[in-house]
């Protein structure tokens, strides 16, 4: 199923950090709380992006979805699926959709995602499995090398393009309008079911996206 987009140009395994570690590193992640005013006002000339990815079975059929918010005030939504494919790889997919669908140039991009799998993995893990070979900890092949692939080679650019990205972390399933509304269009592309993707004004937007977590 080709990658369905609103704007022109644009397409839970967690091993490889290993067991227990990883385990407990999960649930050391603290929890966002709100704080809107503050992070509305100083969301300023801000690109914010919300990201999620969803699976029905693991493997089984996914979907992915996208908003990102350009300022001084347009926002689209994006969308797509896949056949067969993982959680991790639907994460990874609408992340690396987000930021290629941007042509940006020394901006701060907020980026929240409610996976510790993106957000460790292109902060942290993937410097020791560049080292490695693309070897993980336990001396495996990383999963979803690809998607890795894409995704390092996309923040690279947009680095070189004077842009630095802010990967934050939002819980799933809080109440956070961005974040519950990736989730709504990532299942509908799982199942294929229609959706409309908006492509238009934030003054017309009907989701709060600026409503959004603290980040500590």
């Known amino acids: 199923v080709p ?18 570690q990883l385990w407990l590193e999960l ?12 992070n509305a006002e100083s969301l300023g000339e801000t690109v914010l ?24 005030g347009d926002v689209y939504e994006l969308g797509g699926a896949k056949f067969k494919t993982t959680n991790n790889q639907m ?7 987000a930021l290629e669908s941007l042509d940006a140039e020394d901006m701060t991009i907020w980026l929240y995602t409610d ?12 410097w020791g499995w560049k080292k490695n070979g ?6 495996k092949p990383v999963s979803n090398q690809i998607e890795w692939k894409q995704l390092e080679a996309q923040v690279t650019q947009l ?19 961005g974040n519950e509304r990736v989730d709504e269009i990532a299942v ?26 603290e980040n500590h």
């Not at 592309?189 to 409503?211: C, E, F, S, W």
């Open 159 to 177: 680095k070189k393009q004077g842009c630095k990205i802010d990967w934050r972390y939002v819980r799933g399933h809080m109440g956070f309008a």
């Open 49 to 72: 992006i919300y990201t999620d990815g969803a699976c029905s079975g693991n493997p089984g059929k996914g979907g992915w979805g996208a908003i990102v918010y350009l300022p001084p």
């Open 3 to 20: 990658t369905q987009i609103n704007k022109a140009q644009h397409p839970t395994v967690l091993g490889d950090a290993g067991g227990s």
């Open 27 to 38: 649930n050391a992640v603290p929890d966002y709380t709100r704080d809107m005013a503050e």
């Open 91 to 97: 994460e990874l997919t609408a992340t690396i959709e």
């Open 188 to 213: 509908a592309m799982t199942h294929r079911k229609p959706i409309d993707l908006y492509d238009g004004q934030l003054l017309n937007y009907d989701v709060a996206i600026r409503d959004i977590p």
């Open 115 to 126: 996976s510790t799998y993106v957000i460790r993995g292109i902060t942290q893990w993937i």
């Open 134 to 139: 693309w070897k993980n900890s336990e001396g």
